[in-house]
């Protein structure tokens, strides 16, 4: 029986080596690729893709029903949007209201689009009752956002600072009587 030499080990050395480097290489790869598509799509969602033409002058039946199926998506997208905004009731962090605000931007721009894509801007459509009636619901929508948006900021500034006085005040009388709690609920 031979004895193991020192020379085996260094015979898997150069493979060990080897299998090192690419592990390291597909982690710092993988790194950067992670990297990449995360401030890709942080940039898209910051900076939306107004897709597609602008529609033609005589709208075809197919440019009205792909103008109605984004005009759908959007409102559903604005429920969305408006349906999170009680959230920020519930707390004050001031970075989920910046994110709040920054979903309201993107959704605007994408509102905007659509109205330049589909010709949804420039009035009412003589040809067809149908077109009447999209450009029609694309300015309800955006003045629903833009109500929304000027209630919360008006609640925000006039009730929540109340709110805050009477939560002290209610704190002071509940030191008082000899009660402890916090009167938000929290």
């Not at 408006?82 to 001031?94: G, I, M, Q, T």
């Not at 605007?108 to 330049?116: A, E, I, P, S, Y």
Request: proline share 3%; charged share 25%.
């Amino acid at each position: 029986m031979s004895l193991p030499t020192k020379s085996q080990p260094q015979e898997f050395r150069q493979y060990r080596k080897l299998v090192s480097w690419t592990i390291l290489s597909l982690i710092a790869l993988g790194s950067l690729y992670l990297l990449v598509s995360v401030s890709v799509g942080l940039y898209r969602r910051r900076h939306p893709l107004l897709a597609g033409d602008a529609i033609s002058e005589r709208v075809s039946n197919a440019e009205m029903a792909s103008c109605f199926g984004e005009l759908r998506e959007l409102s559903v997208a604005l429920r969305k949007y408006l349906e999170r905004s009680h959230h920020l009731l519930a707390n004050d962090d001031a970075d989920e209201l910046q994110r709040w605000a920054d979903e309201g931007a993107v959704w605007r721009t994408q509102w905007v689009g659509l109205g330049r894509r589909c010709r949804l801007l420039e009035g009412i459509h003589q040809e067809r009752r149908e077109m009447e009636a999209l450009v029609a619901t694309h300015a309800e929508l955006g003045n629903i956002q833009t109500t929304y948006t000027e209630a919360l900021k008006r609640f925000a500034k006039d009730l929540v600072p109340r709110l805050g006085r009477l939560d002290k005040r209610l704190e002071k009388l509940g030191e008082a009587i000899g009660t402890t709690g916090s009167p938000s609920g929290d």
